[in-house]
């Protein structure tokens, strides 16, 4: 099966906002702990209009990953490299989902002329960043950065 990236658009809103809010709820568990509201807080803004909203922002790139016409995945990144989303459909993590994702905002951010790309990670992604070249920004454990 081919992993497709492409840009989002509004009409992905149902799939790509299961995507995230499972993403978080299933995945995320040592970032949340599994508390409802602390994953109420996390999910309150990943909403369908929120991605309207997202998918209308002229400085931010929204992406999804489809498998056979299915959203496995979804990222963004605003104007300054900043990836603000990237996160996997439970059943497709460990498959290169997030990596293919990843890859394909940084080249948004290289294209944009970007020195690098920044994030603040959940602890569960941390090790996944870290592997694909980000540190440690000034001391901040989660805050991550990556020269491109």
Not at 43 to 67: F, G, M, P, S
Not at 92 to 109: H, M, N, Q, W
Request: net charge positive; charged share 25%; hydrophobic share 45%.
């Amino acid at each position: 099966m081919t992993l497709n990236i492409r840009y989002g658009r509004v009409v992905d809103a149902p799939s790509a906002i299961t995507v995230l809010r499972r993403s978080i709820t299933e995945l995320c568990a040592a970032d949340h702990g599994d508390d409802a509201w602390e994953l109420a807080a996390w999910l309150r803004n990943k909403t369908e209009a929120a991605w309207a909203r997202w998918i209308a922002r002229h400085d931010a790139t929204v992406l999804v990953a489809e498998i056979s016409g299915e959203i496995v995945g979804i990222g963004m990144l605003d104007g300054r490299g900043e990836v603000l989303l990237n996160y996997v459909r439970p059943d497709r993590r460990f498959r290169g989902v997030s990596t293919a994702v990843l890859a394909a905002l940084e080249g948004v951010a290289r294209t944009r002329g970007a020195a690098s790309c920044f994030l603040e990670s959940t602890e569960t992604a941390r090790r996944f960043y870290q592997c694909r070249g980000y540190t440690a920004a000034t001391g901040a454990r989660l805050q991550l950065e990556k020269r491109l």
